[in-house]
């Protein structure tokens, strides 16, 4: 039988040293490029924002695709734009790398005419595409914030790893776009997030649910990540709950419950899907908050295989790669409770996702 492989969410003063990191502080040159671009490395800026009306729009800048690591540095950009009544919006930046741009002493990454730079506290980003072009201004009103050192560390030797920086957990976005359909004016809340690594995710995790939601006067980051079956389905959690322009709480002090309800098939992505996921969240004072996901539609579901061709395809199709994402709509909840009795509820329209790498069912107690 082959030996379980060990992975870890460091939180030691060792890891926080051999990574150049300070416990409880986040510097600007974390959200610069943390990559080389090397065979196996990827590395993506993301951003997202809703608005008052229900229009939400995601946009990303890519060093390469996250399923296409084995490649050079290409320089891509993608933004989605969901209207109220659900009508999208798609397009897509494409550039050369001399064309493209990746500081690392902050965050300021250009791909064509695209743009995204920022020092943790405010950020501009420009998307020039042939179909949509936006404009977004982006200031934080919650700190940034890593969950513990930021990475996941996989292998015995730690030589594989996954990392993750919420540089704008929640903030005040004002964004101008054009698209086919016209104009829009926005202002709303906006988040922004950074992510890298040194080998594709499929080989690391089985799935994740990952959201943030503005809850009333709540802010929340939540994430529950299960690593693959040659690390014996280790899970993991992320989280941060604010209120306000203060940081309540983090997953530093390992209280997290994951727990999920109403399960349901999903024939586009052949994955087992649950119509609510819960948190359940104690605060160092003692304070018990629930966070409840309750899902009413998707609003994207894709089959990572759809967007390979040639050789890479045949070669997934081959090994029986079915990865997907999901990315769901609906209704986050936070609830206080004292002495078993709710004190306070807050609902509010939220989005969160589902990626997922493994195969349906090849352990079903994490699936």
Known sequence: MRKTQNAIHPDDDIHYQRMGLTRGTVEPWEDGMRTDGSKGTYEWWYYDSHFPDGTVMVIIFYSKSPIEVNGPIKPQATLELTLPDGTKYVDEVHATLAESSYATHCCDVRIGKSRITGDLKHYDIEFWGEKIRAKVSLDG?????????GSILFGDREEDYFAWLPAIPEGRAVADVTYEGGELHLEGSGYHDHNWGNVIMLKLMHHWYWGRAKIGDYKVISAWITGEKKYGYKEFDVFMLAKGNEILGDNSNHTLKFLSTDEYFDEASGKPIYQKVIYEYTTEAGELYRITYHRQGDISNQNFIDLLS?????????????????RFEGTA????????????RVSEPAVWELMYFGKAGADKKNV
Do not use: C, D, H, M
């Open 333 to 344: 909840t936070i609830e206080r409770i004292e002495n078993g009795a709710v004190v306070e």
């Open 310 to 326: 040639g050789i890479p395809k045949l070669g997934a199709r081959l090994i029986g790669f079915s990865g997907s994402y999901t």
């Open 141 to 149: 009103t919650v700190p940034a914030w890593r969950s513990q050192t």
